[in-house]
């Protein structure tokens, strides 16, 4: 089992680019949540997945779109790329709420 | 709105001590509590689940107590090595009425265990 992954690991954008983050689980897992990670403000939610076709927003959703077409897959596209954007990007999956949530190794994106 | 707060933010210590990581949450109706471990640069390793049931969970040299009546989650590591240097991160979950099941961290404590 490979778990989660995620692509690509590294990124460089300019402002107004676009992109999409791709994360894939291979543990038939339901829920799935992309989460964004900043220096100081710990890691919040963007966007999340309670099953294959469906996506809602987080905390941060501003900026961010979402799909889930396939159960094993959520992708995250920024339309237009701004420089608050830039941060370290996390994919997570779990099976079943309350249980344990399993974590990508992150995307790293720079926007300058 | 719950926050976490994670006490201390930093931590150095000889290798061999037994030492104890703190983690504070505001909002006591949480279902279940997440440590994980983060290398500098790389993604979330999870270390232990402890249900709202539970008091006490534990793997190898790790141990996590859970008082969620007080709101307050310990990690317990048992004869420390240099690679247990990272930051670790607690998580708890969820917010009441939230469909999300989200995590809630707190900023971690970033461990240095000294050879």
């Known amino acids: 089992n490979a778990g989660v992954t995620q692509t690509p690991k590294f990124r460089v954008l300019k402002t107004g680019q676009s992109m999409t983050l791709l994360c894939a689980q291979d543990m038939n897992h339901e829920y799935m949540y992309w989460y964004r990670q900043d220096p100081g403000m710990g890691l919040r939610l963007i966007h999340y997945s309670v099953g294959e076709g469906t996506t809602a927003k987080g905390e941060v959703p501003d900026g961010y779109n979402v799909s889930r077409l396939k159960k094993q897959n959520f992708l995250l596209g920024l339309e237009s790329a701004a420089p608050s954007q830039t941060s370290v990007y996390f994919c997570?999956?779990?099976?079943?709420?309350?249980?344990?949530?399993?974590f990508g190794p992150g995307t790293r994106l720079t926007v300058l | 709105k719950q926050e976490v707060t994670q006490i201390p933010a930093a931590l150095s210590v000889p290798e061999g001590e037994n030492l104890v990581l703190n983690c504070s949450f505001t909002?006591?109706?949480?279902?279940?509590l997440q440590w994980f471990r983060q290398d500098p640069g790389k993604g979330l390793t999870s270390l232990l689940l402890i249900q709202s049931s539970q008091r006490e969970q534990t793997s190898g040299r790790l141990n996590a107590s859970l008082d969620k009546s007080s709101g307050r989650s310990t990690l317990y590591i048992a004869a420390s090595q240099p690679g247990d240097s990272a930051t670790y991160l607690c998580?708890?979950?969820?917010?009441?009425?939230?469909?999300?099941?989200?995590?809630?961290f707190g900023s971690g404590t970033r461990l240095l265990v000294r050879p």
């Open positions: 909002d006591s109706a949480i279902y279940n």
């Open positions: 997570a999956s779990t099976g079943q709420p309350y249980n344990e949530q399993f």
């Open positions: 998580a708890p979950c969820c917010e009441p009425m939230d469909s999300s099941y989200k995590l809630i």
